[in-house]
């Protein structure tokens, strides 16, 4: 037996069958004849062949996959000539999105090993990132302002298991990391389909509270952390399954833990740090310190990959403010598994967080109405980037502050109030 075929038999290929049939029924609600773009690692070919034959049974119209590999990727870094890494496949960008402008769903497979470019050169990675966010500003703008169904889950890459199970062998590193997407998905219910329709009326839930309650800001406190984060006005919690544009409900973020809106970009002051570390483009960075003042980053501090946290912030203007808070329990399942998963759409749904960078049109009342110079004039931030980081703990409360000062709990270490 060859150690491709171990690792393929070590995902279980009933669940595996589950996870795509709930990536294009809940994720996407993909509809009869339309178009899908799906992105993913060359890793996670079985569950696109499986999401692939799921659309198809749907009534897809065409479905078309572009695949990324980590030795390619390693290979531009290697060997590629300097003046390479300030450009990307515009073309390829521009292409994504004229699909979406002519209703094409959007769905990505995350599973790449969070640790790729750790050891390349941070110049030129952030260069390329750069380069890459300029061009896919475009297509981006299409997703983060949900005009089209999008959706987002992942497949347990052996490169990304050995980085989450280093003391096992790949096997079986691999067989834990897809059963803890596997449960974190809610994949492993008899009926995962309606496992999703109870979590996303729960989720529904404390939006809805939270949108009667129109707090004007929130106010976290905790080991290394007092800060005021005011809300754009008009803003909107969402939070589960989220109505896009197009009229199609779907389910952007498989698993997703979390109820979120958009902070005001001007009004955010004081200090917070992070409560577990950021895996951003194969760096770990880990204890983030940072001082707001009238919304912006004005100093920041990290005890393993600061140079890289601070390149980060001078991608933009707006990389410097927030686009997004999201209230997390701490006893929710990711964070009740203790894994640490080097991947974002997994550990930020085990934490309160916030969000450098590009803010969701969506979290506001009639958000599809409103021009970019109506979002920015209610506090909305405009930024190449959107990069989340965990803030909350079983040590932090926050509290709902109302426009006329008084205060409502909304956690206490770090559960609904």
């Not at 280093?166 to 219910?189: G, H, K, M, T």
């Not at 009667?212 to 080991?223: K, V």
């Not at 203790?338 to 803010?359: K, R, V």
Request: glycine share 8%; with cysteine; hydrophobic share 40%.
């Amino acid at each position: 037996m060859t150690l491709h075929t171990e690792i393929r038999n070590a995902v279980d290929p009933v669940k595996l069958e589950k996870l795509a049939e709930v990536a294009v029924k809940v994720g996407l609600q993909l509809q009869q004849g339309q178009d899908l773009v799906i992105t993913a690692p060359l890793a996670a070919l079985p569950l696109v062949r499986l999401i692939t034959k799921h659309a198809y049974l749907g009534g897809a119209g065409l479905v078309s996959t572009f695949y990324s590999d980590e030795e390619t990727t390693l290979a531009r870094f290697r060997h590629g000539q300097d003046a390479s890494f300030d450009r990307a496949a515009g073309w390829l960008y521009e292409g994504m999105a004229k699909a979406y402008e002519g209703g094409a769903a959007r769905l990505a497979i995350s599973g790449d090993n969070p640790m790729m470019l750790a050891n390349e050169d941070p110049e030129k990675v952030s260069r390329a990132n750069r380069a890459t966010s300029i061009a896919y500003k475009p297509a981006l703008e299409k997703i983060s302002n949900f005009d089209i169904n999008w959706h987002i889950c992942s497949y347990p890459n052996p490169a990304w298991a050995r980085q989450v199970f280093p003391d096992v062998a790949e096997e079986e590193a691999v067989y834990r990391l897809a059963e803890a997407i596997f449960s974190a998905s809610r994949i492993n219910n008899d009926n995962p389909v309606a496992a999703w329709a109870d979590h996303n009326a729960n989720l529904k839930k404390r939006s809805s509270w939270l949108n009667g309650e129109r707090f004007a800001a929130l106010h976290f406190t905790g080991p290394g952390t007092d800060l005021t984060v005011g809300l754009a006005e008009g803003h909107e919690w969402h939070g589960g399954a989220s109505k896009a544009k197009n009229g199609i409900t779907c389910n952007p973020n498989i698993p997703t833990e979390e109820v979120f809106t958009t902070p005001h970009a001007l009004k955010v002051e004081g200090t917070v740090s992070s409560t577990k570390p950021l895996s951003h483009q194969g760096t770990l960075i880990d204890n983030i310190q940072v001082r707001f003042e009238a919304g912006r980053i004005v100093e920041a501090k990290a005890s393993k990959g600061e140079d890289v946290l601070k390149k980060v912030l001078d991608t933009d203007e707006g990389a410097r403010r927030l686009g997004e808070v999201a209230l997390v329990p701490h006893s929710s399942p990711i964070s009740a598994s203790g894994i640490l998963f080097y991947n974002t759409l997994f550990d930020e749904n085990a934490s309160c967080h916030i969000a450098l960078g590009q803010c969701y049109s969506k979290c506001f009342l009639n958000g599809a109405s409103l021009t970019p110079e109506q979002i920015k004039a209610q506090g909305g931030n405009s930024s190449l980037i959107h990069i989340d980081w965990m803030i909350g703990s079983n040590q932090v409360d926050i509290d709902g502050i109302r426009a006329d000062g008084s205060r409502a709990p909304v956690m206490r270490k770090g559960e609904w109030a």
